[in-house]
């Protein structure tokens, strides 16, 4: 079992330290405190323990220290920034382990961007040694990348070369799209196991400067003086308290999620409770209430629900998401964000949600809305039954009112990977709707919601559960492996960015490189890492 929850005075492996408007993010694996048993992680290599910590810290930079504006990840170690994902970890870890793994590392990288993009902090590494790797992909992740030049250290992505696969973390992509390396430069330092030194790694763009030994540390700091600048902020964060929940043996309970198991069937009922009582709409009221705001607490919770079924429960193939609430008040809560987005704890708020959100999109489960006259599909909670695969809607009038209510939100507040509303992404052949459905009439019953194409199949009460129930039977007797690759192939429409290419075309690839022989064969590279046996390769091309 495997928990997602951690907090700063629970590190292992990462020391935060605040200075006014800076932040120290510094890494000090500790090699024998890991996951599982088998490996230690030597010189600065991560697990997945180590990568939740890193997670946690740029999410508490974030809510518990808005007054940051640059962050500095770097090393206690000396002469190594990082080594990347322990290779005997990977080599001893099952297939589904791997690729839930490096969908983890490469979401925390995206949220290292979000944070830059969005609410302006600048990350700055500072590599003190080399970095290879996973421990270049997190550096190539920061807006800046400084490399001491002490005649040894260096930037590598050796996995080609030296493992059989690919970097695992976005680092290709990142290559050539945010640090526009040139495809044939690109190419070569993808294939070279010991990587670039300082002058050719700054010549190639690799780097952005090097600094002798002597002058590291202090022009680090000149860097971040020059970013900071004399204006200081006071502006006070918000305590992000450990998530309390009762666990059954089939049955996870929050305050406003409730995970349900049916191991059997192999899927899950997710059901998210809209807010219970009336939430403030002063920003003074929020900024008191703090974590426990309903937005805040209700998507941490479904972010720790989802993270827990993708790596504790691989036979869970089907989700089916569930509302309950009162629409009015949670869309309420739609007007007090929409209009306050601009303060800083909304919007890290609404980002926040955008995050788990998308977490959900590129969750390797299916996902099925099912909408019932106590749902609570409106707002925010609608991007649930827009981000699923289907969804039902019961067509019963005379059994209560059964409706789904759009709001601001869903114009663009929590865009997708590629950059759209779910909306959008959704009516590409007819944007057209997109009018109507934002019009005067914002909400709809289920003829109307079926009618404009907000939902995939409306059923009356006497058809209602058999075709929920054959409906669920259907989907979990599939190949999971053919479900995985079509819904990656079918969820993200549109344009293609950054993170579309990350996760898609690399979650695709390494998926299929991880089970491959040349890979993880008995004579795999990956396999026979540290070893005096050396890999073998079939040559023929797939």
Not at 82 to 91: E, R, S, T
Not at 155 to 184: A, F, M, N
Not at 242 to 264: H, I, M, P, T, W
Not at 424 to 443: H, Q, V, W
């Amino acid at each position: 079992m495997i928990n997602f929850q951690t907090s700063p005075d629970r590190y292992h492996h990462w020391k935060l330290q605040i200075d006014g408007p800076v932040a120290t993010l510094s890494m000090d694996v500790q090699e024998d405190e890991t996951l599982a048993e088998g490996y230690k992680l030597k010189l600065n290599s991560y697990d997945l323990g180590v990568d939740i910590e890193l997670a946690d810290a740029v999410q508490r930079v974030r809510f518990e220290h808005p007054a940051v504006t640059a962050v500095v990840i770097t090393s206690l170690k000396p002469r190594i920034f990082c080594a990347g994902a322990n290779i005997y970890m990977l080599g001893t870890s099952s297939h589904a382990f791997k690729v839930n793994f490096c969908k983890f590392t490469n979401e925390t990288r995206c949220a290292i961007e979000d944070d830059s993009r969005h609410s302006g902090r600048r990350y700055l590494a500072a590599l003190n040694g080399t970095a290879s790797g996973g421990g270049y992909e997190l550096a190539i992740a920061c807006d800046e990348i400084y490399l001491v030049e002490d005649g040894s250290s260096a930037v590598s992505l050796p996995e080609v070369p030296l493992l059989g696969v690919l970097p695992g973390t976005g680092g290709l992509t990142r290559l050539v799209d945010k640090r526009k390396i040139r495809r044939d430069r690109a190419d070569v330092f993808s294939t070279l196991a010991e990587g670039l030194k300082g002058k050719r790694a700054k010549e190639w763009g690799l780097i952005d400067d090097s600094f002798p030994t002597s002058k590291f540390q202090e022009s680090i700091k000149n860097r971040v003086a020059e970013i900071v600048g004399a204006e200081q902020s006071d502006v006070t964060g918000i305590k992000l308290n450990q998530l309390e929940f009762e666990a059954g043996d089939s049955s996870r309970e929050y305050k406003y999620v409730k995970l349900k198991l049916n191991r059997e069937q192999r899927y899950a009922n997710l059901i998210i409770q809209g807010p219970q009582t009336k939430q403030p709409s002063t920003l003074a009221e929020i900024q008191e209430l703090g974590d426990a705001y309903w937005p805040l607490q209700a998507y941490r919770e479904l972010d720790d629900a989802l993270l827990y079924l993708r790596v504790n429960e691989p036979l869970i193939g089907l989700i089916c998401l569930r509302t309950e609430g009162d629409a009015e008040r949670l869309l309420a809560i739609d007007q007090t964000l929409a209009a306050n987005r601009d303060h800083w704890l909304i919007r890290e708020i609404l980002l926040h949600m955008a995050r788990v959100l998308r977490r959900l999109d590129l969750t390797a489960k299916s996902f099925f809305a099912i909408v019932e006259p106590e749902s609570c599909f409106a707002g925010n909670l609608l991007e649930l039954l827009l981000a699923s695969d289907r969804s039902y809607m019961l067509n019963a009038p005379e059994s209560g009112e059964t409706s789904i209510t759009v709001s601001d939100l869903n114009a663009g507040a929590l865009p997708m990977s590629n950059g759209l509303t779910r909306l959008e992404s959704r009516f590409l052949a007819e944007p057209d709707k997109l009018e109507k459905i934002f019009g005067e009439k914002k909400t709809f019953d289920t003829e109307e919601a079926n009618r404009v194409g907000l939902v995939t199949f409306a059923p009356d009460d006497l058809d209602w559960e058999d075709e929920i129930r054959v409906a669920i039977e259907e989907r979990t007797s599939l190949s999971p492996d053919a479900l995985t690759g079509m819904e990656a192939s079918l969820r993200f429409a549109g344009p293609e960015t950054m993170d579309t290419k990350i996760f898609g075309r690399l979650t695709a690839w390494q998926n299929w490189i991880f089970q491959r022989p040349n890979a993880v064969g008995e004579k795999g590279a990956l396999t026979n890492y540290g070893k005096p046996t050396q890999a073998q390769f079939d040559y023929k091309r797939t």
